[in-house]
């Protein structure tokens, strides 16, 4: 993991004063490390009988919709309001600073089947927490969550108790 680390790169005070981004850019762009950050995501989750895997815009569709086609599961886009053409159920959640909307399609997801949800990287919670209302409102079960990146300072777990979490890579 510590290579992994090491391929993500810190950008100071983007896009706000204040914030460490951190851009996995540096890591796709290395063909070794992006398959094996996706079969490291597959390995997690191929016995948990995975129907949909449901993924966040946009840096979470990289990395759901590999792990979908290995997981043999569907793909599913939860996107920033305004940009998915059919009917839609719509979550409006708290960012640090203001509020921000994600929506779904109304028929993307069919009661009962088991979801799993995918984003790049896992901050406050927020967003996570968003997607598994949505997925919950169309009355899918969440398996699980996964994330590539998880910043532990900022305690998103503690917004998704009571689910399973899974990332890669941790700073403490
Ligand atoms: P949150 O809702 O606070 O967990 O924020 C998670 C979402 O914001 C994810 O979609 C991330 O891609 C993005 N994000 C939040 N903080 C960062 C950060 N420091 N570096 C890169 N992406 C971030």
């Known amino acids: 993991m510590e290579h992994l680390k090491q391929l993500i790169r810190d950008i100071p005070d983007f896009p706000i004063p204040g914030i460490i981004f951190k851009d996995i850019t540096t890591l796709l762009k290395d063909a070794h490390a992006f398959g094996h950050v996706v079969d490291r995501l597959v390995d997690e989750y191929r016995d948990h009988q995975v129907d949909v895997v449901v993924a966040i815009e946009s840096r979470g569709f990289i990395f ?6 290995k997981l043999n599961a569907c793909f599913v886009p939860v996107r920033k309001f305004g940009k998915l053409p059919a009917q839609t159920v719509t979550k409006e959640y708290a960012l640090e ?3 921000s909307t994600l929506e779904m399609h109304v028929d993307a997801i069919q009661e009962g089947q088991r979801v799993l949800i995918v984003d790049d990287l896992l901050a406050t919670g927020g967003t996570a927490r968003a997607t598994a209302e949505l997925v919950e409102t169309l009355g899918g079960h ?3 969550f996964a994330f590539v990146v998880e910043l532990c300072f900022l305690s998103g777990r503690e917004k998704l108790a009571g689910y ?3 990332s890669l890579i941790q700073y403490e």
């Open 164 to 166: 399973s979490i899974f």
């Open 64 to 69: 759901g919709a590999p792990l979908a086609y």
């Open 97 to 99: 600073y203001g509020t």
């Open 142 to 144: 969440v398996v699980g």
